[in-house]
Nanobody, 124 residues
Framework: QVQLVESGGGLVQAGGSLRLSCAASGRTFSSYSMGWFRQAPGKEREFVALISWSGRSTNYADSVKGRFTISRDNAKNTVYLQMNSLKPEDTAIYYC?????????????????WGQGTQVTVSS
């Protein structure tokens, strides 16, 4: 069983920055692919960013490329999402997800553990 706890969400003005954290339980965190997804009101959950088990490979949605950076610290069982140049359209609940099989996929159906989500609100 893997537990994921997100933190770092909040209210920020457009152009500002936030850093989300996701702390994971489990002894084999370093073997998991980790992803960030988000869901805005009235919309489906969408892929944001992905990082491989080693941290050497990352992937981003086109809408956040160049503004968001995903990283991980396997010693701390934590994955991060640095969000810069935030826009009102980034407003959503952000979810951390773990793929314990290390598939490295943008498909949310691959991920077998999810956090409870953290709200990010960007005001114009």
């Amino acid at each position: 069983q893997v537990q994921l706890v997100e933190s770092g969400g909040g209210l920020v003005q457009a152009g500002g920055s936030l850093r989300l954290s996701c702390a994971a339980s489990g002894r084999t965190f370093s073997s998991y692919s980790m992803g960030w997804f988000r869901q805005a009101p009235g919309k489906e959950r969408e892929f944001v960013a992905l990082i491989s088990w080693s941290g050497r490979s990352t992937n981003y949605a086109d809408s956040v490329k160049g503004r968001f950076t995903i990283s991980r610290d396997n010693a701390k069982n934590t994955v991060y999402l640095q969000m810069n140049s935030l826009k009102p359209e980034d407003t959503a609940i952000y979810y951390c997800a773990a793929d314990t099989r290390g598939s490295y996929s943008t498909d949310s159906r691959i991920y077998n553990y999810w956090g409870q989500g953290t709200q990010v609100t960007v005001s114009s």
